[in-house]
């Protein structure tokens, strides 16, 4: 099953070097999920061939311009090839007025139903949840407020070990022994134990997107252990100072985050401008956590289970 993790957009504040504002698209188990959508990334998507009628959920981590004006245009391109499927956009108080103002000025109606969920300041909780996964807010420390988004998979069924399956079984009895339920009668009694027509289910997997922030230990507990985390690398350590001042991380703080919660694995990415070679944020970021990679456009992250 699918747990893949595509960059759109790495840099911070503005476009620069060939890098591109905030975006990425998330697939899990065949689910299409947009986190942030700076300026170019429908380009982005359709460079890299995402369907764009797949993605129904959006979550912007904050209104600064560089995480979601890119949105207006996908909204009218979704618009014009004739999306139907209802949108739904998760974000801090605003954003339903800037698209509304943007609506109403340029006369348009979108073919589709666009639904708001406005997220809370400070908040951890589930926005979204199906029958194969959760997504929950991060809060993180900005200007504004900001969220960061945990993409986390729900306990799997168990797999049916098919060369010890007796012959004869119901599907409903199949579908039992998926969700850890042993073989019975008629009357309750036990005909076949579970763990022995089944193996273990495979292990769930975890994403944690964290965007402009400050470096924030008081997260660490709510993404510990998990298998990748995004996390911000807008400065290296000797503009410290700078990173201060406007609520932003250095790259080695995001590795030491990293080690901190003890995740598997560490991509950063909204990089200065300043930056034209990114190898000194990389070599900063490895000497504290050392399987860390750039988040560059086109990198394809895949989390396996």
Do not use: W
């Amino acid at each position: 099953m699918s747990f893949n993790v595509t960059i759109l957009g790495s840099s911070g504040a503005l476009p620069a070097y060939g890098r591109f504002p905030s975006a990425q698209l998330v697939e899990i188990q065949n689910r299409h999920f947009l986190v942030d959508c700076g300026e170019g990334t429908q380009m982005q998507l359709m460079r890299f061939q995402a369907n764009l009628h797949r993605i129904n959920h959006i979550f912007i981590s904050h209104l600064h311009g560089d995480h979601y004006l890119g949105l207006m245009g996908l909204i009218f391109t979704m618009h014009l090839l004739r999306r139907t499927n209802d949108l739904h956009l998760y974000s801090h108080a605003g954003l339903d007025e800037i698209i509304t103002a943007q609506l109403r000025h340029s006369r348009s109606a979108p073919n589709f139903k666009m639904i708001f969920h406005r997220l809370e300041k400070g908040a951890q909780e589930i926005i979204y949840e199906d029958d194969a996964l959760t997504v929950e807010t991060i809060p993180l420390l900005h200007k504004l407020h900001c969220s960061g988004f945990l993409f986390r998979e729900k306990i799997k069924p168990r797999r049916v070990n098919k060369e010890k399956l007796p012959q004869g079984l119901l599907l409903k009895q199949i579908a039992n022994l998926k969700k850890g339920y042993d073989v019975i009668d008629e009357t309750g009694n036990i005909l076949y134990k579970n763990e022995d027509l089944t193996y273990p289910p495979r292990r769930s997997r975890s994403y944690a997107y964290c965007s402009d922030t400050a470096y924030n230990e008081l997260i660490i507990d709510q993404l510990k252990n998990i298998d990748l985390l995004y996390h911000e690398a807008t400065f290296t350590v000797d503009e410290e100072a700078k990173a201060i001042e406007t609520q932003h991380s250095t790259a080695a703080q995001a590795a030491l985050f990293a080690k901190k919660a003890e995740v598997t694995k560490l991509l950063v990415g909204h990089f200065s401008a300043r930056y034209k070679d990114l190898a000194p944020i990389l070599e900063e970021a490895k000497k504290v956590f050392e399987n860390c990679e750039l988040a560059i456009e086109g990198g394809v992250f895949t989390v396996k289970d």
